[in-house]
């Protein structure tokens, strides 16, 4: 029947209206507005997401809780996001960087920032190696460096600061 194209379009809809992204840099009243606009899709884009993991849709678990990485963290549900995200990505031993959207890596490493994960530092290498956009290598070596600080791997957090600099000024 219906059902099944309804809920493509549906999905398509959802991840269309999150494609925009969120630029934390620019003006403060338009990110709020942007995030706020992201958010009202939060309940649409948990039925896709709950709908791509019974038919175990790996891409687009990640690019839809990829997309709402800010709101995941902005709006307290980072456990919520981490969970969206682990479902998509799987554990991080499995995972062939060619299979993984960008933003998804780059949110999986973040969202873990603070609670100390033992893979937090793996998970900010994949970001590293998946990033499309210099800006996003930079975000995931400043993430591995602040893993990298949480498991005492100081000399490791300095590396990464020390190339986070680098690619920053490049």
């Given amino acids: 029947g219906l059902v099944a194209p ?45 709908r ?9 678990l990640q690019r839809v809780a990829g997309r709402l990485g800010w709101v995941w963290l902005l709006r307290g549900l980072s456990a919520e996001g981490l ?15 060619e299979d993984v959207h960008p933003a998804a890596a780059l949110w ?10 033992a893979d937090g530092r793996g998970w900010a290498d994949l970001a590293v190696a998946v990033a499309e956009r210099p800006d996003d ?4 070596r400043t993430y591995a460096a602040v893993h990298a600080a949480h498991t005492g791997d100081l000399d490791g957090a300095w590396r990464s600061i020390r190339e986070a600099r ?3 000024t490049q």
Avoid: K
Wanted: no cysteine.
């Fill in 137 to 140: 290598r930079v975000v995931a």
């Fill in 6 to 50: 309804v809920t493509e379009a549906h999905a398509v809809l959802v991840e269309e209206g999150l494609a925009h992204a969120l630029d934390p840099d620019g003006d403060p009243a338009r990110f709020r507005a942007d995030l706020d606009a992201l958010a009202a899709w939060l309940d649409d884009a948990r039925a896709v997401l709950t």
């Fill in 108 to 117: 999986a490493s973040g969202l873990r920032l603070g609670q100390a994960h």
């Fill in 83 to 97: 969970g969206w995200l682990e479902r998509g990505l799987g554990p991080l031993a499995d995972i062939d960087p």
């Fill in 166 to 168: 680098a690619e920053a």
């Fill in 52 to 60: 791509a993991a019974a038919v175990d849709d790996r891409r687009r």
